[in-house]
């Protein structure tokens, strides 16, 4: 990775470090908060927690994709009398799993919906009884006709969800678009298709509960967002909210899984824990984790486009739907997300989004890193090269001629004030990568070679934060205070899962109080501790709840000073010893930090239109393949990747998360396909769903940018959904150019091109010279 600026951003305030004459910690690599008990074994993940009297709960699921629940019978060989069985009938308040909707149950009652949904929930001293259990309890159903498909759920014939199968739908109209097809030279019409794609986190689901009625219930769990399963609780129990207790312990890996399916095991732990009066632990072994939990949801993109034969763009009708599955859980967030970003990194004059998310009969598909902008982008960026090749303009000029520039508006309104410039990104990747250069070359000779090279690239948007009036909803708030030892603590429901959240917050919290980073620590995340400063997603941690810690130390600050305990220079030692006086002396010292959203920023949530991100990230990547023509396997040999996502404050937690995209955006790409037998993942374990491994892996070169946003703290805008949006594009774009063959469905495997190339024929472009 290149060196970056590590000073004030211009117009900017010196931190108080720097009045001190410290050096700066953020833009440090500083060290993982919890590097080192990670480093040493003894960071305590959820199935290395045990309590006293702890028992052990399974669930029993569906075996059919649609049908009424006739009959339940509890077979021989178990002694039944020793297990705690929990239906649907054992629920004190409502049976539903609250997120956006509450229309997917905790349990089936009467009739189920997909393969895998539970029915009962089983528990026992002895986890290794469990699994006969389950296996010995025998469910009668009448069987109904189950969807799918997108295109089945579409006709109707059957219906699953509500009157027309559809969750939800959105529509942005900017412009005229029906009469810029007159005024085109060209039109060019495309369809493009992305997989389900499996999270494949280290850690697998899992939680502890224990009740009881004085103390109320308290869960402990892997996952991302304790105040959602917090409220998902309180619904299902009907418990006050203060009688709930949601704790984050260490969790290895969550890419959106563990948003919304902590929810539904946290509620199957405690409804458990509530009837046998003990503690309760329930741990999915990894083929449960795959075939039970949500997936990234596959899409269908459909666009036509008006363009002129100099490159210039008029118009934009795109068709955007995504499989939702059983359930709405957040599929109209999702959606929201991949409307909004479907038209790219470029300037439309006239555009026309529609989208919908549609019901299936396969498991509910909920949170996935990038959260539906990496299927909308995946299919703008393909449609890109091939407009080009329909007008015959070079990929990359094309893209210069569009790209959404300072004053021009996004497909929702949103003007650019950003001092963006798409074409230097685009120009630094050019030269780094040496596109140009490789591309005529391999261009010239894949004529006669066995193993064909090709060279593509993708440039795109992402909006940090939640969407329009997302954060305004939230109303966050986070936290600082200090211990009765001195301790400075940040005070955050934001979780840690290997991104960085604990080290980024210290940072930002130590430089805001001019003090060492080893003096500032995490309190832990735990609803009865920690305010809620929303859910740890949508790239929004650095940049929202960043700028409220940096708040909230400040607050602390002055109120030390006010109090005369402090002068306008200090040490670290100084500093702690003045909040351990104040904390003997007048009790609590802590200050908070509420959310207040940036006076230019307005949305219209029933029109659509608006400022739909207070900022966007922007990146180009370039993906170089090989493509072995006797194999059909591609494999990436170097991958190029230039961002601007506001201030970098960790350059080693930076580039990890750009790596780590681009490698989870090679597997969605190429070979990460999820087998649906009727609904049911036929694939669910590590030996054929295919992950890429180190070796699949190229050098990925890391590039920053830094234009600092004003209300991020010190700069940051959002960086760990951004790399999933590029590499899929960039990586067919280049097979596309390998083989002089469009191919537009992702995952593309060895087989997918074998059988496309046997055809000899291309897909066409459907261009139409007017």
Known sequence: MEAFRSFSRPGEPPSIGEYLGKERIVGTPALRKEGVAKVRGSARYIDDISFPGMIFGATVRSSIARGRIQKIEFGEGVIWDEFIVVSAK?????????????????LAADRVNHPEEPILLLAHPDRHL????????????????????????????VIVWGADNVFKKFLIDNGNVDAAWDQADFIVEGEYTTGAQEHLYIDNNGAIAAYTPDEGLTIWGSMQCPFYAHKSLVCLTGLPEDKVRIIQVETGGAFGGKEDYPSMIGAHAALLAMKSGRPVKIMYDRMEDMVATTKRHP??????????KEGKLLAADIDFTTDGGAYSTLSATVLSRGTIHA???????????????LATNCPPHGAFRGFGAPQSLFAMERHMDRVASAIGMSPEELRRRNFLRPGLATATGQKISEDVNLEHLLARALTISGYSAKRERFSRENIRAKKKKGIGIAAFLHGSGFTGSGERYLNSVAGMDATAEGKLRVLVSSTEFGQ??????CQIAAESLGIDYDAVEMAPPDTGIVPNSGPTVASRTSMIVGKLVHSAAIGLRQTLQASGLLGESWTTPEFCEAAKTHVAKYGALRSDSRYEPPVDVHWDDQTYRGEAYA???WAVYVAEVTVDMLTYGVTVDDFVAVQEVGRVLNPTLATGQIEGGVAQGIGYALYEKVQWERGRMANGQMTNYIIPTSQDIPPIRVFFEEMPFGH???GAKGIGELPMDGPAPAILNAVSHATDTDFNAIPLLAEDICLRLALRQTVPVEAVAV
Do not use: Q
Not at 93 to 100: C, K, Q, R, S, T
Not at 299 to 308: D, G, K, L, N, Y
């Open 299 to 308: 899409s269908r993109t459909r666009i036509r486009t008006a363009v002129t």
């Open 343 to 357: 038209g790219g990194a470029y300037y439309w004059p006239n555009i026309r989004v529609r989208s919908k998310a």
């Open 712 to 714: 991020g703290a010190y």
């Open 130 to 157: 469990l699994p006969k259990a389950v296996a010995a309890v025998r469910i009668e159903y009448e069987v109904l006709p189950s969807v799918h498909s997108m295109e089945e759920s579409e006709r109707g014939d």
């Open 615 to 617: 900022a966007y990230a």
């Open 90 to 106: 054992d629920i004190p308040g409502e049976n539903a799993i609250a997120l956006i909707n509450k229309d997917w149950p905790c």
């Open 500 to 505: 960085g959240t604990n080290t980024i917050l």
